[in-house]
């Protein structure tokens, strides 16, 4: 996990923009999004800060391979619920519906996503991309199946394995 992209992705910012808001420079956040450059903690804390955020730390169990899949495509799909949210909300709410249906034993969980569903953009995005262990769990049963087209799940899974290996 990258600290810095995800803390510029919950914000919903540029690198640019966290650059300005942080007083350092595009490249310099580019460097820490690539694995060029180790932020250290005290570098994320003060990142946080310039965008009036705290860093909470916490101890979670190792994210499985399934778990850094599936949000490798919950970070694309939330790309393009920022270009386009109304009609990428209404398909997940449609599928919602079908999926209460044909898995009634996980109504608790859709019951949440519908709940999410509901949130500004942002918000809904820092779900999707959470690393605590709820969000995973919602993350394997996300109505956003479709969203994405064959080509981009293509790519997306020749990037992970290139990532993480088979």
Known sequence: MNLVRELRSRAGLTQQDLAKAACTSQSTIAAYES?????????????????????????????????RRSLAFHRA???ILKKNPDPIIYHARENLIRLMNVQPHAAG?????????????A???????????EAREMRQVSPFSGILSARERARLLHQFRKDYGR
């Open 35 to 67: 694995g060029k450059k180790s932020p250290t903690l005290r570098t994320i804390e003060n990142l946080a800060e310039s965008l009036g955020l705290e860093l909470a730390a916490d101890f979670v169990p190792r994210m499985t391979r399934e778990d």
């Open 77 to 79: 799909i939330a790309d």
């Open 109 to 121: 969980l859709f019951e949440q996503w519908n709940t999410w569903l509901d949130l500004p953009v």
């Open 123 to 133: 918000q809904l995005i820092s779900k999707m991309l959470d690393p605590q262990l």
